[in-house]
């Protein structure tokens, strides 16, 4: 069973930045893909960003250019670097992990971007 705890969502201004993290335990295997996904109000959950193991990475169009995904495997952690944000990435940011073909979930975390 895999835990995912997340943290550094929040209140920013248009144009502002965030960072997201979040941290994988309770199984001693790296999951093989790490991700990021978010729901707005009123919306099925998206893809922000994704992370393989072995590093590659795949994105939303509409946060390339501005948002970057980041991955530690040894300590199981994946990062999202969040930039030039706009109102319309208001939601809640979901925690992803696959794991011998499993997905697991963050309980989710709230970015408000907002004047």
């Known amino acids: 069973q895999v835990q995912l705890v997340e943290s550094g969502g929040g209140l920013v201004q248009p144009g502002g930045s965030l960072r997201l993290s979040c941290t994988a335990s309770?199984?001693?295997?790296?999951?093989?893909?790490m991700g990021w996904y978010r729901q707005a109000p009123g919306k099925q959950r998206e893809l922000v960003a994704s992370?393989?193991?072995?590093?590659?990475?795949n994105y939303a169009d509409s946060v390339k250019g501005r948002f970057a995904i980041s991955r530690d495997n040894a300590k199981n952690t994946v990062a999202l670097q969040m930039n030039s944000l706009k109102p319309e990435d208001t939601a809640v940011y979901y925690c992803?992990?696959?794991?011998?073909?499993?997905?697991?979930w963050g309980q989710g975390t709230q970015v408000t971007v907002s004047s």
């Open positions: 309770g199984s001693s295997f790296s999951p093989s893909a």
């Open positions: 992370i393989r193991r072995v590093g590659s990475t």
């Open positions: 992803n992990a696959l794991l011998f073909q499993r997905d697991y």
